[in-house]
């Protein structure tokens, strides 16, 4: 595998944002792109003309096109796991057996959904849905940015096995008519089983006669779901290649199909197949998660910038920040290449954000004006979900579009204090609606976008194992088979008593 050779990045000139509008009259409509929905503007971010060119040529050498290729047919490009990747094939975009094993695995969440509607397993009033990862966020993102209005179920998500979060979730709950939906890949994570053996005691201690009958498992170990005590006819699999971060597409997206209703997964699905087309279709300087990949680069490896700032300005995308950490800090968050050797450049800046004009009065300041340069990323809709007076929307957009203008022009003042350097980079998404389809294909967006940067960084995007050796620690130390150093031994002492 090759080695990304940074030496002609690291080269491009850092020329002021101002200048580089200056110089280019088209820079606009070479650094924007309209797909599914979704407005893209990269042109307040520092690439040019010939950083675009530069990051082609590294794309070609490291063969991004090939390994695109692979990723849609199904290749093994897991090397570590020694697996494919297909959360692609969940919507139709792959391997044709693969894709077929999807439809196939969808077809039966979907009869399960009909049952379900029908009373087949009672009046089910209420979800439960417990997980953990991408068990969780997925389905959190969808149910909380699209289901605020709907009316067919009350949905809760609870994924911290902090007792106060379960607690908190079913308060409202009448067990007889709740459905407790248990999704784990391996249907043996911890965090996630103790939370469904915590709901199933509820469901008894509230009358319900056999609470496994009104359980539902989303899994890619259906045995291990049937030992545990789930009936088959009520486990819904999914392939082991499809990973967790990118498995909402997948019966782990159970809640929100049935919360949202089968048509809204369907156009879900739909909006990140058109994604998946525009990936593998488009040429590369015309391809959003490539382009925005190009210009993420740049940040980390021309500037040395450590972090990026997403900002939805709009309440439905609140969750989106929180989702994108997993997505790209456990995908790219990695020290050592796919050949296994270490690496000597910065791999994932670390992801963060909030949520519209909340997040100006309370981060807003370090971005204008401190020492940190941080590229940042806003996401606004146009057409808004409230029904309140029209300037309530307005305002969001105004604050959005002037915070991004104040960072690239910035404002000279002859108190320092109360100057403004300017100069400092965002992009902006800015979508038509937000509904299943450009949700769908918004997160598609992201996902190609991760894998691209993956690709050039010369890492797997797709094994996560550094998540593993603290919880391998807390079972060891629950069992009383591991000693720590002084200070963890002391803290155990301290708050278990141990």
Same mark, same amino acid.
């Given at each position: 595998m090759p080695t990304p050779d940074w030496s002609a990045v690291r080269k491009l000139p850092q020329t002021p944002l101002a200048d580089l509008f200056a110089g280019d009259p088209d820079r606009?409509?070479?650094?924007?792109?309209?797909?599914v929905g979704i407005h893209f503007d990269w042109s307040k971010t520092h690439l040019s003309r010939d950083a675009v060119e530069t990051f082609v040529a590294l794309a070609d050498t490291m063969d991004l096109t090939g390994k695109r290729d692979a990723l849609f047919g199904g290749e093994a490009i897991n090397v570590t796991e020694g697996r494919a990747v297909e959360h692609s094939a969940q919507r139709g975009e792959g391997a044709p057996e693969s894709v077929a094993q999807a439809r196939g695995f969808h077809a039966r969440m979907r009869a399960l959904i009909d049952a379900i509607e029908a009373e087949a397993l009672g009046p089910v009033r209420h979800i439960l849905h417990v997980g953990i990862g991408g068990s969780a966020l997925g389905p959190d993102l969808l149910v909380d940015a699209l289901g605020r209005d709907a009316d067919r179920y009350d949905v809760a998500i609870v994924s911290n096995v902090d007792g106060l979060a379960l607690e908190e979730a079913v308060r409202d709950f009448d067990p007889k008519a709740t459905l407790l939906a248990i999704a784990s890949k391996t249907f043996t994570t911890t965090e996630t089983m103790l939370n469904a053996e915590s709901a199933i005691a509820w469901m008894a201690e509230g009358g319900v006669a056999d609470p496994y009958g009104q359980c539902v498992a989303l899994t890619a170990s259906p045995d291990k779901a049937v030992a545990w005590g789930i009936d088959e006819t009520r486990v819904l699999p999914f392939s082991e290649s499809v990973g967790g971060r990118y498995s909402l597409w997948s019966s782990i997206g159970f809640p929100a199909a049935l919360g949202l209703g089968w048509d809204a997964f369907?156009? /879900?699905?739909?909006?990140?197949?058109?994604?998946?087309?525009?990936?593998?279709?488009?040429? /590369?300087?015309q391809n959003a998660p490539v382009m925005a990949a190009f210009a993420d680069l740049y940040y980390t490896q021309v500037r040395g910038c450590e972090t990026r700032g997403v900002f939805a300005y709009d309440e439905r995308l609140r969750l989106l920040p929180s989702y994108l950490q997993q997505l790209e800090m456990e995908s790219n968050g990695k020290r050592v290449t796919v050949e296994g050797e270490p690496v000597s450049w910065p791999t994932a800046p670390i992801t963060w954000g909030g949520v519209g004009t909340d997040a100006q009065h309370a981060v807003f300041q370090l971005l204008h004006q401190g020492t940190h340069l941080v590229p940042v990323e806003f996401l606004g809709v146009v057409e808004p979900e409230d029904i309140l007076n029209e300037a309530h929307h307005r305002q969001l957009l105004l604050n959005m579009l002037a915070q991004g203008a104040a960072l690239m022009k910035g404002k000279g003042h002859d108190d320092p204090a109360r100057a403004y350097p300017g100069d400092r980079p965002s992009s902006t998404l800015l979508l038509d609606t937000l509904d299943p389809r450009t949700l769908g294909a918004l997160i598609a967006f992201y996902e190609h976008r991760t894998f691209v940067n993956a690709v050039l960084l010369g890492i797997n995007a797709f094994d996560q194992f550094g998540v593993e050796l603290g919880k391998e620690m807390a079972r060891a130390a629950d069992a009383g088979d591991l000693d720590f150093d002084a200070s963890t031994n002391d803290l155990l002492a301290r708050a278990l008593g141990a």
């Open positions: 606009l409509a070479f650094l924007t792109a309209d797909v369907e156009e /879900l699905l739909e909006g990140a197949a058109e994604m998946d087309r525009h990936f593998r279709l488009t040429p /590369l300087r």
